[in-house]
C-alpha cells in the first residue's frame, strides 16, 4: 500500500517562499505528481518527479529524494491567487496507473 | 480548461436512489480516471479506463459501477445512494494511462445526497 503525508495548513506573506513538504511510504515508486486545487475546483497538475532532483518551473519548484521517500513544492514570490490546496500524488507499481492522493496542504497567502 | 468535460455540474437526490455521472476525455486521451472527493477523505481514485477496457480498480463501492463506451466518454454510476455519498466526483484522462503520464482533471460534479 502507499501513505502519504502532507501538513495540514500553512500560511504565508504576499512575496514571500514557501516549502510544502511530502513524505511517502510506498511499495515500487513510479513518480510524484503535485497538484494545485482551489476550493471546489479541479486539481490542476503544477509538476511531476521521477528521478532524484530539482525541477523548475516559473515560480514553482519541486524536489524529489527517492532513498528519502521525500518531495516539496516551493512557491516563490507568492501571489494571493496561490491560496489554494496543494495535493502531493504518488504513482506505484501497480496496476494501471493508480495516483494516490495525499490530504493535501492548504496554503493561506496573507497581504 | 483542462479540456475533460463533466455533467452535471450538481445533482441533489434523494437517499436509495441511482444517479449517472458522465465525463468526457480530453481530445485524443484514452484513458479515464474516477475519483471522489469527500471532505474528510480526501482524493480518492474510484477506477481506470484504457480504449473501453477496465485497467485498474480502487476503492471503488459495489454499488458503484462505471463504464467507457466506444467514443471514449465514461459514465460512473453510483445506485442506491447513501448520505455518505455525498461528494465531488471528478473525472481525469490520460493520453494512453501510461506511467508518467499527467492526468488532466475535469470540472467535477458535486453530489449531495438528502
Known amino acids: 500500500g502507499q501513505n502519504i503525508d502532507q501538513p495540514t495548513e500553512m500560511t504565508a506573506t504576499e512575496g514571500a517562499i514557501v516549502q510544502i513538504n511530502c513524505t511517502y511510504q510506498?511499495?515500487?515508486?513510479?513518480?510524484l505528481f503535485w497538484y494545485q486545487q482551489h476550493a471546489g475546483e479541479a486539481p490542476t497538475f503544477l509538476s511531476y518527479?521521477?528521478?532524484?532532483g530539482l525541477e523548475e518551473k516559473g515560480r514553482f519548484s519541486s524536489f524529489l529524494s527517492r532513498s528519502k521517500g521525500y518531495s516539496y513544492l516551493l512557491l516563490k514570490e507568492l501571489q494571493m491567487k496561490d491560496s489554494a490546496s496543494y495535493l502531493c500524488?504518488?504513482?506505484?507499481?501497480?496496476?494501471?496507473?493508480?495516483?494516490?492522493f495525499g490530504g493535501g496542504t492548504r496554503v493561506l497567502v496573507k497581504p | 480548461d483542462s479540456g475533460v468535460t463533466q455533467t452535471p455540474k450538481h445533482l441533489i437526490t434523494a437517499t436509495g436512489q441511482r444517479v449517472t455521472l458522465r465525463c468526457s476525455p480530453r481530445?485524443?486521451?484514452?484513458?479515464v480516471y474516477w475519483y471522489q472527493q469527500s471532505l474528510d477523505q480526501g482524493l480518492q481514485f474510484l477506477i481506470q479506463?484504457?480504449?473501453?477496457?477496465?485497467?485498474a480498480k480502487g476503492n471503488i463501492l459495489e454499488r458503484f459501477s462505471a463504464q467507457q463506451f466506444p467514443d471514449l466518454h465514461s459514465e460512473l454510476n453510483l445506485s442506491s445512494l447513501e448520505l455518505g455519498d455525498s461528494a465531488l466526483y471528478f473525472c481525469?484522462?490520460?493520453?494512453?494511462?501510461?506511467?508518467?503520464?499527467?492526468?488532466?482533471f475535469g470540472p467535477g460534479t458535486r453530489l449531495l445526497v438528502l
Open positions: 481525469a484522462s490520460s493520453v494512453q494511462g501510461q506511467a508518467g503520464e499527467t492526468q488532466y
Open positions: 510506498t511499495s515500487g515508486f513510479n513518480g
Open positions: 518527479n521521477v528521478l532524484d
Open positions: 500524488a504518488v504513482r506505484g507499481r501497480a496496476a494501471g496507473n493508480k495516483l494516490t
Open positions: 481530445s485524443g486521451d484514452l484513458s
Open positions: 479506463y484504457y480504449n473501453g477496457e477496465e485497467r
